[in-house]
């Protein structure tokens, strides 16, 4: 099955832009979705598809593509981002498989 | 309200089973494609399997043959059916509702999860 490769730590400063990246051959094929995580709580969808946001994200968060690498931007970070985020796509095997990245944790300085 | 509330983790030794539940409300989960994915203490999370609407299932290859997704459309519930548990199976198991539109895949309504420790 497919793989997705995400970098394990990222840091911005409070208010600066951020870029976190995700990258599998699956990713060719379909757009990433996205999700923040807060210890002990569920993860929740934050983009989906080409750069859609769920009802109630802000829009401080987008979502890009380019080749085989998907990204999520968050422009203007705040504390509350401060979280582990996922990426996952389809399996471009054709086998109904579903991968997720193995997380990044997000550090507002 | 759309909600997902999962039950039925524990403690179980290895070899063992279980079976977690998951309980809609606000949305139909015959009419949807489901989801379990899994989350090992400390570590990411594993999409374990799905069922869509029309009754196809599809499994993770690491509980392929060993756990059972399902629904009772009339009880409007989701479950897992957890057979020759192994400590590898150790994590907070997750039901979300899955959206694929064909060029994606999103997770977008999730419990709040449930623990399944797998220990002697």
């Known amino acids: 099955s497919s793989e997705l490769t995400q970098d394990p730590a990222v840091s911005v400063a409070l208010g600066q832009t951020v870029r976190i990246t995700c990258q599998g051959d699956?990713?060719?094929?379909?757009?990433a979705s996205w999700y923040q995580q807060k210890p002990g709580q569920a993860p929740v969808l934050v983009i989906y598809?080409?750069?859609n946001r769920p009802s109630g994200i802000p829009d401080r968060f987008s979502g890009s593509s380019s080749g085989n690498t998907a990204s999520l931007t968050i422009t203007g970070a705040q504390a509350e981002d401060e979280a582990d985020y996922y990426c996952n796509s389809r399996d471009s095997s054709g086998n109904h498989y579903v991968v997720f990245g193995g997380g990044t944790k997000l550090t507002v300085l | 309200e759309v909600q997902l509330v999962e039950s039925g983790g524990g403690l179980i030794q290895p070899g063992g089973s279980l079976r977690l539940s998951c309980a809609a409300s606000g949305f139909t989960v015959s009419s949807n494609y489901m989801s379990w994915v899994r989350q090992a203490p400390g570590k990411g999370l594993e999409w374990v399997s799905v069922?869509?609407?029309?009754?196809?299932?599809y499994y993770a290859d690491s509980v392929k043959g060993r756990f059972t997704i399902s629904r009772d459309n009339s009880k409007n519930t989701l479950y897992l059916q957890m057979n020759s548990l192994r400590a590898e199976d150790t994590a907070v198991y997750y039901c979300?509702?899955?959206?694929?539109?064909?060029?994606?895949?999103?997770?977008?309504?999730w419990g709040q999860g449930t623990m399944v420790t797998v220990s002697s």
């Open positions: 069922i869509y609407s029309g009754g196809s299932t």
């Open positions: 598809g080409k750069n």
């Open positions: 979300a509702n899955y959206d694929s539109s064909g060029h994606y895949s999103a997770f977008d309504i």
């Open positions: 699956s990713l060719r094929s379909y757009y």
